[in-house]
């Protein structure tokens, strides 16, 4: 027999939870458009901020965006959502991208200047990480930029239904919170000190942004000025640095090589004994040395701005600058050296594409990690050892039978980010095509181990320091002459994990060398005996360096 079901029965209890789902559903897809909003109105401008409770904030765009579609209707509330949305989801890219600036280069983003510095990011993973982490890095990045602003723009439609559906209401709350607001900005309420409960995130960023555009815009005018006046440009072949002639001149940047390494506590100890044993056999051997500071025009990365003020006298601090002087016919010390009729080579072994600018600096020969013939493991960003480098340049340059005068520049790579691993020294004469340092690769720990750790990768930072300066100084003791001179120092601080957030720029830099007169030239610097500056020795900016350089010994 069927049994009807009578007209206005309610329905069935398995009727009703298909709707019931949808309901939960809608809720739920509610309450994460509300937090990716909230998210991205409320990201605090600090790497040391990011914590849930920074989050949990009363932001003033929020207000102010509730307000605009409370007086909107239908059709154009919905296309002002959307585009509000977006435009939300471009500032927390540019949040995302400032903080990751600010915890590895301990400045903010740049976004007219800095644009050209995301290559740079992608081949530093890759060679720490190995290409497919890079890879990886690379997608995963750019799916963020489509999928972000695309998901805010979303998140504001729905939030924007929903005011529309409940319009009275929602203009109640928002006036309340108004409220609050305002008494929370007046009396600095926080729920995370320094993180104002009362938030102006978005609006801050944005106001950030705004003012850096113009003034970014006019660098490139700014520099072009400035690069105009150059003191050197015609000097005379034969007036330039005569009383080098006959010497070997050797820079050695040793990469990440800050003032945190010789003061800070963590690192100062052993950097400092490292320090102190060269200066004692240095002595032994019959050098000297003086040392002081320079400022350099970056921190925790872009070695080549570094490398490029160092060389120029020019302040070098984006790539726009960096571009506009390896285009120029500015005097560097290495093409001054090149007229001098000195030979001038580099040994740059984390170069690993082409490097047209060896013209522009007056480099005759530069060996990349391809032309050094390293065959062993790689280390990581750092393919080789900083000894191997040094025994490339004392096998195919300084060491060559009959050669006329030299000008070498040796970056020392081993003391580059991720500082792992970390090698050791061997004898010189054991090196061969590397191979011989495969084990020291194979029983280390990868970066992505150590960088779990950030104790581990400040005790690994100190190593690899003291490592670079060791190779050097073996090397000096093992095959320096008497016409040597030593130019080294560091190319800027290492990132914020290491300094603690200091915002110092200072390097060490070191002259040294057995000749007297040469050290009596320098004396006028005041800069100090040892291969340690003093906190309080004589601080010059980078770009002060080649004039004074010039002048000395012109």
């Known amino acids: 027999m069927t049994v009807s079901t009578p007209l206005g029965t309610a329905p069935s209890a398995a009727d009703d939870r298909p709707r019931r789902t949808r309901r939960i559903g809608s809720a739920v897809l509610t309450g994460l458009a509300a937090m990716l909003v909230l998210v991205a109105l409320t990201a605090p401008a600090e790497v040391a901020q990011v914590e849930p409770l920074a989050f949990l904030r009363l932001p003033v765009e929020g207000l102010a965006g509730v307000a605009l579609l409370l007086l909107l209707r239908g059709g154009a509330r919905r296309v002002v959502a959307l585009v509000l949305g977006g435009l939300l989801g471009v500032l927390l890219l540019l949040r995302v991208v400032d903080l990751g600036f600010r915890s590895v280069l301990a400045r903010p983003f740049d976004p007219v200047l800095d644009g050209a510095l995301l290559g740079n990011a992608v081949d530093f993973l890759t060679g720490s990480f190995g290409r497919t982490g890079g890879i990886a890095a690379l997608v995963a990045a750019g799916l963020l930029v489509v999928a972000v602003p695309v998901l805010t723009a979303l998140a504001a439609r729905r939030l924007a239904r929903l005011l529309g559906e409940h319009r009275r209401v929602s203009a109640r709350v928002v006036a309340g919170l108004t409220a609050v607001w305002l008494v929370c900005a007046v009396l600095g309420a926080q729920l995370v000190p320094p993180v104002p409960f009362a938030s102006r995130s978005a609006a801050s960023l944005t106001w950030a942004v705004g003012k850096q555009v113009p ?17 050197f440009r015609d000097t005379p072949p034969d007036q330039l640095l005569t009383a080098l002639k006959g010497k070997d001149v050797v820079v050695a940047y040793v990469e990440s090589y800050g003032r945190s390494a010789v003061e800070d506590p963590q690192y100062a100890g052993g950097v400092g004994a490292t320090l102190a044993r060269g200066d004692r056999d240095l002595a032994a051997a019959g050098f000297g040395s003086r040392s002081g500071w320079l ?12 490398h490029a003020t160092f060389l120029s006298g020019l302040w070098i601090d984006n790539q726009q600058r960096y571009r506009s002087l390896t285009s120029s016919d500015r005097l560097t010390l290495s093409k001054a050296f090149q007229r001098a009729d000195w030979r001038t080579v580099g040994v740059m072994p984390g170069t690993t594409a082409a490097w047209p600018e060896g013209t522009f600096y007056g480099v005759d020969q530069h060996y990349d990690v391809h032309a050094l013939g390293y065959r062993g493991l790689n280390y990581s960003w750092s393919p080789m050892p900083d000894q ?33 691993p970390v090698p050791t020294m061997r004898d010189w004469d054991s090196l061969g095509d590397g191979h011989v340092f495969d084990e020291q690769v194979r029983a280390a720990d990868p970066p992505d181990v150590v960088w779990s750790d950030p104790a581990r990768v400040r005790d690994s930072y100190g190593r690899t320091i003291r490592y670079s300066l060791d190779a050097l100084l073996s090397w000096v003791q093992n095959y320096a002459d008497d016409d040597l001179v030593l130019i080294v120092l560091g190319d800027h601080q290492p990132a914020p994990i290491i300094t603690g957030g200091s915002t110092n720029h200072d390097v060490p830099i070191s002259v040294v060398t057995k000749d007297r007169a040469v050290l009596d030239k320098v004396a006028g610097w005041e800069w100090q005996p040892g291969l340690k500056p003093a906190p309080d020795a004589p601080v010059w900016r980078m770009d002060a360096f080649r004039d004074r350089f010039l002048d000395t010994f012109g």
Not at 215 to 229: G, I, M
Not at 295 to 306: C, D, E, K, N, Q
Not at 412 to 417: A, E, F, G, I, P
């Open 388 to 420: 191997f480098a040094l025994s490339r340049f004392q096998q195919w340059e300084y060491g060559v039978p009959g050669r006329g005068p030299l000008l070498g520049e040796v970056t020392l790579t081993s003391s580059h980010v991720p500082w792992t």
């Open 215 to 231: 003034v970014s815009l006019a660098d490139e005018r700014a520099f072009a000025e400035q690069a105009t006046v150059d003191a």
């Open 295 to 306: 400022t350099s025009p970056i921190s925790g990365g872009g070695s080549w701005l570094a």
